[in-house]
């Protein structure tokens, strides 16, 4: 009885303290952000011809060029959206377009979290967690030690990508680096990945953007586009983050 009593307390004291609070919302907009990234041939646009939810929703495209070796970025930023000891949930709606190109299979980066340590001398912007298509399989990670000393724990084959059709993503994590921190991901509503007990950020405290988009980041890093698509398209919609799963979860809000 006294459990009883005593949980019911604990149910109503989370209930108070998980009001939902959004720190920020976009329905698909270019406007609204901090800013906007869209680097080489890459665009970022709003539409309203394919949308999730709303009239509105932004089209992020790639373009390959065999005679250009910087990155391919077409990402909106958001600004401090976690720092270090925070807890929070992280979500957005995308679609790939209908012919998607999935094989042979290459990392295309679709969000990730960022933050400049230019004035560190080990890196200057250095990605934490990201999500990412590899052929048809969702991937994420997290970043752990020190900027100087990275390690990755790679999170592969968390749910199976289609294209042509919306897809729904929420990230909830506790930005730890004791070691006690956690990690989770939701697929379409189902939950893909449950981490808990680890380090999920490096030992730094400063903020971290969050940024969605279409970064083709293996036409870099592998210093050639595999297969014959090299026009991308990736829509993206419901964008947000906040205290409860149904802040950040699209379908909700
Ligand atoms: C977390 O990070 C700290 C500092 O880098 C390290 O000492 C510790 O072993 C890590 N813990 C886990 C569970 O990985």
């Given at each position: ?83 270090r ?30 933050a400049?340590f ?28 020190s900027i ?53 950020t490096i030992e730094d405290d400063r ?47």
């Open positions: 009885m006294l459990h009883k009593i005593s949980s019911i307390a604990l149910l109503l004291a989370l209930g108070i303290s998980t009001q939902a609070t959004q720190i920020f919302s976009n329905t698909g907009t270019t406007s609204g952000w901090d800013a906007t990234n869209a680097e080489h041939s890459g665009t970022v646009q709003q539409v309203t011809n394919v949308v999730y939810k709303g009239t509105t929703a932004l089209k992020m495209t790639q373009v390959y060029d065999p005679s250009y070796t910087g990155r391919y970025h077409s990402e909106v930023v958001k600004n401090s959206v976690y720092k000891g925070d807890t929070g949930f992280y979500g957005f709606a995308f679609r790939l377009q209908e012919n998607w190109q999935f094989s042979p299979a290459q990392g295309y980066n679709i969000a990730q979290f960022i400049d230019g004035d560190t001398g080990c890196d200057d912007w250095m990605p934490s967690s990201m999500v990412w298509l590899q052929g048809n399989q969702l991937y994420s990670r997290v970043k752990q030690g100087c000393a990275q390690r990755i724990q790679t999170f592969p084959n968390l749910a199976t990508v289609s294209a042509g059709v919306w897809h729904r993503i929420v990230i909830q994590a506790s930005w730890k680096t004791d070691g006690t921190g956690y990690y989770k991901m939701w697929f379409d509503g189902t939950k893909v990945l449950e981490e808990y007990n680890i380090n999920t903020a971290f953007q969050f940024r969605v988009g279409l970064y083709a980041n293996s036409w870099h890093d592998d210093g050639t586009m595999k297969g014959t698509q090299g026009t991308r398209s990736v829509w993206y919609d419901q964008i947000a983050a906040g205290s409860t799963f149904a802040d950040a979860d699209p379908a909700q809000w």
